[in-house]
Every structure is written in structure tokens, then in C-alpha cells.
């Protein structure tokens, strides 16, 4: 195992992409760290540069103590599962398992000795002699895994690798992946673009935009307080809530509601600056009586989000939604009110969270 220091990461494409820019980050060992971001913002191209399959234009890349920048990908002592999973058709299971010892050029008592352990370790038993195409999408992923951890990487770096199941066996490897992960302890990089994915696996998230990271932290620091506009509307699998304003007094006047200015903001916003309260919607309480001080209109539409609902309300042409526990009986058009919970509101200006700490 072993940790993972990138300075200065920047890859230009031949035809003038620049897919990571400068980009630093720091993996600790035994880590399970994913990055996240919309497409294109070059999550898989800093997977593969790590791997060694792309050559970086700039910066430096040490696994460990070793700067492995100039390292071909086989001298890097990475394990690596891609998307499509990328199994050889025509080799069963063990050999497709055992193919990175075969490139190591172990004995075939080694290989196919380690290649039989880690198949029973990934639940395989059974499956050894048939082909890729004669298992489902799990098994296949676990073929995958198999042969990603066969020769005891330093790090294991995992592409989407849930993204072509279906939900229901989505959920399931994904619970696997985690506690597979928690036991060997293996240093991992998980790529995804489903921020419900990275919140439930990871120990810490990157969030990517345009070949740069906006913000790293553990999944409830990323889902509590995001640094940004960007990575507030990114996370969470219901929109924040981002309502404008203007600084008036020690309040932010949103629209004909006054919403305090929080207290890691204050001193930091002056009178008559724009700036934007970002409430989640988990956060908002919600009425159908006045209540002083909220945000009062008309429901505009109720979703059954299974034990709970997502109530959105139409105030003064201003979107704000509430998520309300079970037995709540609104229906659309009726009027309803919903306020922030103290504490709860986080101020943005020129797109960057305002706070002291
Ligand atoms: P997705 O979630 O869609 O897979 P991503 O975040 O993984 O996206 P990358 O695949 O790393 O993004 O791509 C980053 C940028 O580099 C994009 O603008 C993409 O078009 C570009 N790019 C990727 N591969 C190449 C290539 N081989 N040649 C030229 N440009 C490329």
C-alpha cells in the first residue's frame, strides 16, 4: 500500500485539451477517496495518468516515496478496473484473473494458487472455468476486481465501476466494493459521476470542474458546507436551495423575507452586497400555517421521496423546497410556509462560501 502525492498534475491532449490543470492531491494510505464532478471535467484522465496510461504534460505523481511521473504503467505497481471492466472474452475466469502474474511471469503454480484464493475472496467459487460472457454484470465486475488485486497493488484505482449494473445490483456491489475495501485496506481512487455514489463509499471527495478541484473533504463536510455555488449544486440528490439577496442591516433580504446573516459571516459582508443563502432543503422546516419570518406562497408540486416528501413552493416566482417527514398531507396549490432551521443557511458571494473559519 501506499499513499499518493500529486503536484502540480497538468495533461494537455494533442489536440489542445487541457484536461487537468495544475491540479495537487494528497491520498493518504489505506484511503478510499473518489472523485467526483460533472463529465468531461477530466476525472478519468487523471485516473489514467496515475495508472501510467496517459503521459502527464507537467507536474509529478509519487506513490509512496517513489516518483513514479516517468514510470511505465507495469512499473507502477497499480491495479486498475475500468468501466466496461475491459475482461479478456475469450479466457475463463482464472486466467483473466491470473493474467497480471502471467505478465509478472510467475510460476503457474503461483498463479493459478492466487489467482483461486482471490477469486473465493471476491465470491467467484464455482465460476472458475467459464467465460465473461457467460456471467452477469456483478460477476463480472468482481472478475475485475479479482484480477485488479491478484498482484497486491500499491494502489488500486477503480474507473465507474458500478456504473453498468442496474439499480437494484448497484446498490448491492456497492455495498460489497466498501466492505471489501474496509477489510484489505487498499489505498483506492474511485471514479464516479454519481454524487449519491461517492457520498455513501468514500472516506474523503474531490470535486472536479474544468481539469481543477474545488473542494476535497469527507462526505458530510462536502454535503454540509460547499466551499462554492458550484459544488452546492453539484451535491445532494435534491438541489440546495440557492436564493439571492442583499445584505441590509445584519439580515440578507431575500426577496420580502429577512434571513440573519450567519454568524461565521458576519463582519465579512457589507450593506448592499448581492449575495446568495443557500439553504438544503433537508434543512428547511415547512408549514401550512403563517409562520413569522418564512418564505410564504403556494405549493407547486409534492414528490414521494419514499418515507419523506419533497414539497416545492412557488414564492413570488422563487423556487424553494422543503423536504417534510411521513404524514404530511399538503397538495399542490395550497399555501404553505417554510423557513430555514437555525444554523443552517450558508451565504455565498461571487460564488464562494463567505466564512471566517
Ligand atoms: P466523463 O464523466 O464523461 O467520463 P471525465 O470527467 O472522466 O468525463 P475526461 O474523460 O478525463 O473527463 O475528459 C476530460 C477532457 O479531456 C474532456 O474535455 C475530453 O473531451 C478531453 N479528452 C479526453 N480524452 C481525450 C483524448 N484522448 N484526446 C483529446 N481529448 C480528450
Excluded at 505497481?77 to 505478465?103: C, E, K, S
Aim: a negative charge; proline letters at 5%; aromatic letters at 6%.
Amino acid at each position: 500500500m501506499a499513499s499518493i502525492t500529486i503536484r502540480e498534475l497538468t495533461k494537455v491532449y494533442p489536440g489542445g485539451v487541457r484536461a487537468l490543470d495544475a491540479l495537487d492531491l494528497d491520498v493518504a494510505m489505506g484511503e478510499f477517496f473518489a472523485l467526483l464532478g460533472p463529465s468531461g471535467c477530466g476525472k478519468t484522465t487523471l485516473l489514467r495518468t496515475i495508472a501510467g496510461l496517459e503521459a502527464a504534460t507537467g507536474g509529478t505523481i509519487r506513490l509512496g516515496d517513489e516518483d513514479v511521473t516517468r514510470h511505465q504503467p507495469g512499473r507502477r505497481d497499480v491495479g486498475m478496473v475500468f468501466q466496461d471492466y475491459a475482461l479478456f472474452p475469450h479466457m475463463t475466469v482464472l486466467d483473466n484473473i491470473a493474467y497480471p502474474l502471467r505478465v509478472r511471469k510467475q510460476s503457474r503454480a503461483v498463479r493459478y494458487g492466487r489467482a483461486t484464493s482471490v477469486a473465493q475472496v471476491l465470491g467467484l467459487q464455482g465460476l472458475e472455468r467459464r467465460r465473461p460472457g457467460e456471467l452477469s454484470g456483478g460477476q463480472q465486475q468482481r472478475v475485475a476486481l479479482a484480477r485488479a488485486v491478484v498482484a497486491d497493488p500499491r494502489i488500486l484505482l477503480l474507473d465507474e465501476p458500478l456504473s453498468n449494473l442496474d439499480a437494484r445490483l448497484r446498490l448491492e456491489a456497492r455495498t460489497f466494493l466498501k466492505t471489501f475495501q474496509h477489510r484489505h485496506g487498499f489505498t483506492t481512487v474511485f471514479v464516479t459521476h454519481d454524487q449519491a455514489e461517492a457520498l455513501a463509499l468514500a472516506d474523503r471527495i474531490a470535486v472536479m470542474e474544468s481539469g481543477q478541484i474545488r473542494q476535497i473533504g469527507t462526505p458530510a463536510e462536502v454535503f454540509r458546507r460547499p466551499a462554492s455555488l458550484f459544488v452546492a449544486s453539484f451535491i445532494g440528490s435534491t438541489p440546495m436551495n440557492l436564493l439571492p439577496g442583499t445584505v441590509r442591516g445584519g439580515a440578507v433580504a431575500v426577496g420580502g423575507t429577512e434571513l440573519p446573516v450567519p454568524e461565521e459571516a458576519r463582519g465579512l459582508v457589507l450593506d448592499g452586497q448581492e449575495v446568495v443563502c443557500g439553504v438544503r432543503p433537508e434543512y428547511m422546516e415547512f408549514s401550512t400555517e403563517p409562520v413569522d419570518g418564512a418564505f410564504g406562497g403556494r405549493v407547486s408540486v409534492v414528490e414521494n421521496l419514499g418515507a419523506s416528501s419533497l414539497v416545492t413552493l412557488d414564492v413570488d416566482g422563487e423556487t424553494v423546497r422543503a423536504v417534510v417527514g411521513e404524514g404530511f398531507e399538503a397538495q399542490p396549490s395550497a399555501e404553505g410556509w417554510a423557513s430555514p432551521r437555525p444554523g443552517r443557511v450558508l451565504l455565498y458571494r461571487d460564488g464562494e462560501l463567505v466564512t471566517g473559519g
